[in-house]
C-alpha cells in the first residue's frame, strides 16, 4: 500500500482571484490546470506549513502568508492513498513568475503557465481542463466556500 500526504496552495489575491498552474504530468497528454501542491513528508522535518510556503517558492517564486485551511481530503484507489491538506494564502513578497528550465528539473515539475482565474471563470472550465478529478472538486468546494481556522493543525511529539 502507499500513502502520500499532500499539502495544497490555494493562493487568492485581493480581488478574490485564484492562482492556478497549468502543467504537465505523465498521465496527461497535455498541460492542464493545477493549484500550487506538493508532498509532505518528502524534505526532512518540515511542517504542513513550511510546505505549503517552500512549495509556493519553488513553484512560482513568491513568499506567502497563510491564513486559513481548506480541508482535508483523502483519495483512494486500489492500494493508492492520497492524503491532501489545502491551505489558503495571499502573496507578501514577490510577482508569480515561472521558474526556469533547470530549476523546474531540479524539483521534477514542468509547469508552463500561470493565470489569475476569477471564480466564473473557474465556473466555467470543463472538468478535463484540470489535472485530477480531486483538483476539480477542491477547487468547486472552494468556489461554494467552507474555511477553517489554521489552529485545527497541532502538531504532536511521536
Given at each position: 500500500?502507499?500513502?502520500?500526504?499532500?499539502?495544497?496552495?490555494?493562493i487568492?489575491?485581493?480581488?478574490?482571484?485564484?492562482?492556478?498552474?497549468?502543467?504537465?504530468?505523465?498521465?496527461?497528454?497535455?498541460p492542464?490546470?493545477?493549484?500550487?501542491?506538493?508532498?509532505y513528508?518528502d524534505?526532512g522535518?518540515?511542517?504542513?506549513?513550511?510546505t505549503?510556503?517552500?512549495?509556493?517558492?519553488?513553484?512560482v517564486?513568491?513568499?506567502?502568508e497563510?491564513?486559513?485551511?481548506?480541508?482535508?481530503?483523502i483519495?483512494q484507489?486500489?492500494?493508492?492513498?492520497?492524503?491532501q491538506?489545502?491551505?489558503l494564502?495571499e502573496?507578501?513578497?514577490?510577482?508569480?513568475?515561472?521558474s526556469?528550465?533547470?530549476?523546474?528539473?531540479?524539483?521534477d515539475?514542468?509547469?508552463t503557465?500561470?493565470?489569475?482565474?476569477?471564480k466564473?471563470?473557474?465556473?466555467?472550465?470543463?472538468?478535463?481542463?484540470?489535472?485530477?478529478?480531486?483538483?476539480?472538486?477542491?477547487?468547486?468546494d472552494?468556489?461554494?466556500?467552507?474555511e477553517?481556522?489554521?489552529?485545527i493543525?497541532?502538531?504532536?511529539?511521536?
Open positions: 500500500m502507499s500513502t502520500k500526504a499532500k499539502l495544497g496552495v490555494f487568492v489575491n485581493n480581488q478574490d482571484q485564484l492562482l492556478l498552474i497549468k502543467e504537465k504530468i505523465k498521465k496527461n497528454p497535455e492542464r490546470w493545477n493549484i500550487i501542491k506538493g508532498s513528508g524534505n522535518i518540515e511542517t504542513i506549513f513550511d505549503a510556503r517552500r512549495e509556493c517558492q519553488e513553484e517564486s513568491v513568499k506567502v497563510l491564513k486559513k485551511s481548506l480541508g482535508c481530503y483519495a484507489k486500489e492500494d493508492d492513498i492520497r492524503i491538506f489545502n491551505l494564502a502573496i507578501i513578497e514577490g510577482e508569480p513568475k515561472i526556469d528550465t533547470e530549476e523546474q528539473k531540479n524539483y515539475e514542468n509547469i503557465e500561470l493565470k489569475w482565474f476569477t466564473e471563470e473557474l465556473k466555467s472550465l470543463n472538468k478535463d481542463e484540470f489535472i485530477s478529478n480531486r483538483i476539480f472538486v477542491m477547487i468547486n472552494w468556489i461554494e466556500g467552507g477553517y481556522p489554521l489552529e493543525f497541532k502538531t504532536v511529539e511521536m
